[in-house]
């Protein structure tokens, strides 16, 4: 059993608080570590160390900075079969899977090397005689980063490349469920160069993000996870004053209209709703199908799923792994009887599957329910597992309304060989990300990443240019050097000539 560690100033720190998580690999169902659940005192000393080091980090020079990117871009790419096998190991997604989150986040340390292009400010000339402006962006101080279980890299590495590069220090608080591929990546950031105090680790629960959120050090906080803790974190921390962006839960509609492509739609819907066991913010959890293709749709959906390899995360047949914890897969699975009890019709049921060999692990199939209508539960709800949803829809406006009414706008997809039918759906439809025949539509790292009422809190996007903003904050000089003749006293308000 390992013991997992805090991060701080450089150093790696035994939790002292007396409380501390159980680490579980869920393809076994074993405890495999422990990890500490630090104090309000223990995430103050981390606070300190990147308030402390704020002092020179913030006014490092940019090429200092964009070294250190591209050293560790390179750290992490020769690590990444390493950090892909603890991101199995805890949370139990596929290798294959845990190196593609691995390589999204690659594309923010990317991004993070070219932070000198990104910050380049503004300037006019002669806006008034012998006046000139610029506009330049600084950094903001102290983020504080509280990040899912469900993407232990990715999601970590859409925060501090950016606050980092933009020249903030960070304080991270992984989730308390699969920390070691967080830890290993900001091990590998101070190996890449980043100095003692601006990277650190605080492992905890609700006492350390509510310690992160009230903290006066703390200037900003980038949060992603459910939508009531979203919720919670974005109006705690604006309370206390803090610029915050709090990413939240996700219930994504992936629209098929009677034009498209089935076998593509079919194949799109299984990987986008079972892949990483539906345990994805962007998941497709519902597919609605436009009059006359459902049965057909759903026919060749059932096909597929049913075919689906579903086994621990380091075999390399598996395409699926277990779910998270067994409390989860249990909630998961009661959705299926409940939509039966409540009218819909059960496809294909996964429920109750054991992997031989692997009979502790937290193992369901995947399940398929059509004839869903809104008020039942399996719509209604986030489920974040392998359940996917069928809705049957008349036509095309009333697919929309539907959509348009969830309560959260992530991603959501459309799938049609009418381009017209396409390009109103991306104008009309309340989401943040819209994919057309693209049914995962994850912003590359150049552009931005977030979604629309409950799925996000505050007003920025997470990285690409909104990364860059949100981690910094404007200022704007205005200078005069004045000729000999300039002068006298003018009690009007400045105005420009
Ligand atoms: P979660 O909300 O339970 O936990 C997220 C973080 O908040 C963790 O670090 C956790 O320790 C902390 N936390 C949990 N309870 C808390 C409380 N009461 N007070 C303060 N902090 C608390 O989420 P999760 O189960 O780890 O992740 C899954 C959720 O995250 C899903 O809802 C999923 O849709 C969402 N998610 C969203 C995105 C996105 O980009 N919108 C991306 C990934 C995951």
Not at 133 to 140: A, G, L, N, Y
Not at 202 to 229: C, M, N, Q, W, Y
Not at 268 to 290: D, N, Q
Request: with cysteine; hydrophobic share 40%.
């Amino acid at each position: 059993m390992k013991t997992i560690q805090h991060f701080i100033d450089g150093k790696h720190a035994d939790g002292t608080s007396g409380r501390h998580g159980e680490v579980t690999n869920p393809a076994t169902g074993e405890v495999t570590g422990q990890v500490p659940l630090a104090s309000a005192s223990e995430v103050d000393t981390a606070i300190s160390a990147a308030a402390k080091s704020f002092e020179f980090w913030g006014t490092a020079s940019l090429a200092k900075r964009t070294q250190v990117m591209f050293n560790y871009r390179e750290l992490v790419n020769a690590h990444r079969d390493e950090i892909a096998e603890l991101i199995t190991a805890e949370h139990g997604k596929v290798h294959s899977d845990a190196l593609g989150e691995i390589a999204r986040g690659l594309e923010i340390v990317e991004l993070a090397c070219g932070i000198p292009q990104l910050l380049k400010g503004e300037t006019s000339t002669q806006v008034s005689t012998r006046v000139d402006v610029e506009s330049i962006r600084q950094p903001v101080g102290v983020v504080a980063g509280i990040t899912p279980f469900n993407f232990p890299a990715m999601v970590p590495m859409w925060m501090f490349p950016v606050a980092l590069a933009c020249g903030n220090t960070f304080v991270l608080k992984p989730s308390e469920k699969d920390p070691s591929a967080t830890l290993r990546l900001v091990e590998l950031a101070h190996e890449a160069g980043v100095p003692d105090g601006v990277i650190n680790v605080v492992h905890g629960d609700k006492t350390a993000v509510d310690r992160l959120l009230e903290h006066p050090d703390v200037d900003a906080v980038s949060f992603v996870g459910s939508t009531p803790i979203a919720k919670h974190v974005h109006d705690t921390a604006g309370a206390h004053g803090k610029r915050v962006q709090a990413l939240g839960g996700a219930k994504n509609h992936m629209l098929v209209l009677p034009d498209a492509d089935l076998d593509q739609a079919a194949d799109a819907a299984v990987s986008a709703a079972y892949g990483s066991a539906g345990e994805r913010c962007m998941a497709v959890s519902v597919v609605v199908a436009v009059d006359p293709i459902g049965d057909e749709l759903v026919g060749k959906i059932a096909e597929r799923a049913r075919a689906l390899t579903i086994g621990p995360g380091d075999d390399p047949a598996s395409e699926m792994g277990p779910l998270i914890t067994a409390e989860h897969r249990d909630k998961v699975a009661s959705y299926v009887p409940r939509a039966r009890e409540q009218g819909a019709e059960v496809v294909v049921d996964g429920t109750g599957l054991v992997v031989e060999g692997h009979e502790g692990g937290f193992f369901t199939g995947v399940s398929l329910v059509d004839g869903v209508t809104p008020g039942m539960d399996v719509y209604a709800d986030e489920i974040f597992g392998p359940v996917l949803a069928v809705v049957r829809a008349e036509n095309y406006q009333e697919a929309l309304a539907l959509i348009n009414r969830s309560r959260w706008g992530n991603g959501t997809a459309i799938f049609t060989r009418d381009g017209g039918a396409a390009r109103r759906f991306q104008l009309e439809v309340r989401a943040g990300m819209v994919g057309v025949n693209v049914p995962i539509p994850v912003p590359v790292g150049y552009h931005s990443f977030g979604g629309w009422k409950d799925s996000l809190f505050g007003d920025h996007h997470i990285y690409g240019n909104d990364g860059v903003r949100f981690y910094t904050r404007g200022k704007v000089i205005t200078t005069r050097w004045p000729d000999p003749s300039d002068g006298g006293i003018d009690l009007g308000f400045p105005s420009n000539s």
